[in-house]
């Protein structure tokens, strides 16, 4: 029904910056909370930043004041703006669409930030 593709991820060094970009395609529906999350391996999916279709916001704590979350919805992609990386920012990071009045939820297959020196 939905399918999202992310894109953007890869190597930097600490205090740099990348942007990751999640297209949906399907039937997304008018009516959804995307955003981002993400694991590291052994440990449980963490939030990173959501986005309602009315702009409405919410960050993870370990990265508030850090990233941006954004979204253009004509071309129904949602954005993640990586600003101050930290070695701790590294993790797969996954794209992720909600529909809350069916409360059917969907996963990118993710891509890798990997902050290092």
């Known amino acids: 029904q939905v399918q999202l593709v992310e894109s953007g991820g890869g190597l930097v060094q600490p205090g740099g910056s990348l942007r990751l970009s999640c297209a949906a395609s399907?039937?997304?529906?008018?009516?959804?909370?995307m955003g981002w999350y993400r694991q590291v391996l052994g440990k449980q999916r963490e939030l990173v930043a959501l986005m309602d279709d009315n702009g409405i916001t919410n960050y993870g704590d370990s990265v508030k004041g850090r990233f941006t979350i954004s979204r253009d919805n004509a071309k129904n992609t949602v954005y993640l703006q990586m600003n101050s990386l930290k070695p701790e920012d590294t993790a797969l990071y996954y794209c992720?669409?909600?529909?809350?009045?069916?409360?059917?939820?969907?996963w990118g297959q993710g891509t890798q930030v990997t902050v290092s020196s």
């Open positions: 992720k669409l909600r529909k809350p009045f069916t409360r059917d939820e969907y």
């Open positions: 399907g039937s997304i529906g008018s009516f959804n909370v």
